[in-house]
């Protein structure tokens, strides 16, 4: 088993799909020659050639039109779009075409799309480069969304999700490319549905993503270590569908819940995972619910105001100590 980094992770993923089938493309700014921005399709250019490893102009809507209207006829684009920020731009293609062509055409037309995108607070990037979009596309019916926490799940969630006949949209952390994690040697395809349990606990459950999931074990590490509480670490890798039993086993077991974003509260991946704990869980639980979230503002350039805005480790262990202030656990 090899430690690779996560943009790895993503490139041998690209290399053996596109070596398994010759539909499979992959398309954006920058990915051919200069391999790209964050090196997930470096060398592919010079492998497969321009007409399968294809640099696109900057225009988000006509590329991803393009990519979506080649799958309608067996095509299966790679979609790389370089910032979440600029999904906005292909959200009518997205949402007017890929996600609805199976339903609209009774059948007919499928569209086995993969659109990747790196979201995230990246480090002073300006508010119109730090966008976390996970929320919007999760509330699109008939597109699936995922999140990969690791170089295991970037590796395998993106194979499983070229073969899948679903438009898929991968939503990756722009501060996550250069982390090192195992990746088994041999093939392998992640489900695209369900959670994993990263580290068992019973005293309370935290609920993280992509980058959250970090914080998350991090925070459970110094709970159990200073506070003597032991944290359940659920990692929900897939936003559409939400996991809803693993959701409801966990609480169910630890009877408290904490569920982490990167982004704002409003509408978000907090207020679902809350809205099934307390439809399902509700006698369950040995205290309401909480969410650690970004601010509801617009993400400062300042790095001192972008860090008040953007939860940390220390936010999550806070908050979850509240669930425990009013009694023993």
Known sequence: ??????????????????????????????????????????????????????????????????????????????????????????????????AK????????????????????????????????MEKVFMGVAGLRVVTPSSPRQAYGLLKSAVRCNDPVFINEHELMYNMRGEVPDEEF????????????????????????????LQAAEILAKEHGIEAEVVDLYALN??????????????????????????VGVGSEVMAIINEACFFELDAPPLRVSALNVPIPYSRPLEKVVIPDVKTVVERTLTLFRSGKH
């Open 189 to 216: 395809f992640h489900p695209l549905e369900g959670s994993e349990v990263a580290r068992a606990g019973r005293d309370v459950t935290l609920f993280g993503y992509n980058i959250s999931v970090h914080w998350c």
């Open 101 to 132: 062509v199976r339903y609209m055409s009774g059948g007919q037309l499928i569209s086995p799309v993969v659109i990747r995108s790196p979201g995230g607070t990246a480090h002073q990037l300006g508010a119109q480069h730090s966008a976390r």
């Open 1 to 98: 088993m090899a430690q690779i980094m996560y943009w790895e992770a993503i490139r041998r993923a690209h290399d053996e799909e596109m070596a398994n089938d010759p539909l499979v493309i992959a398309m954006g700014e920058d990915i051919g020659v200069a391999g790209g921005t964050y090196k997930a399709t470096q060398g592919l250019y010079d492998k497969y050639g321009p007409e399968r490893v294809i640099d696109t102009p900057i225009s988000e809507n006509g590329y991803t039109g393009v990519g979506i209207g080649a799958s309608f006829l067996g095509v299966r684009p790679i979609i790389e779009i370089m910032s979440v920020n600029f999904a906005w731009l292909a959200l009518d293609q997205i949402v007017n075409s890929a």
């Open 241 to 266: 569908p939400l996991d809803r039993e693993g959701i409801v086993r966990s609480v169910s077991k630890t009877h408290r819940a904490v569920i982490v974003e990167e982004a704002e509260a409003p």
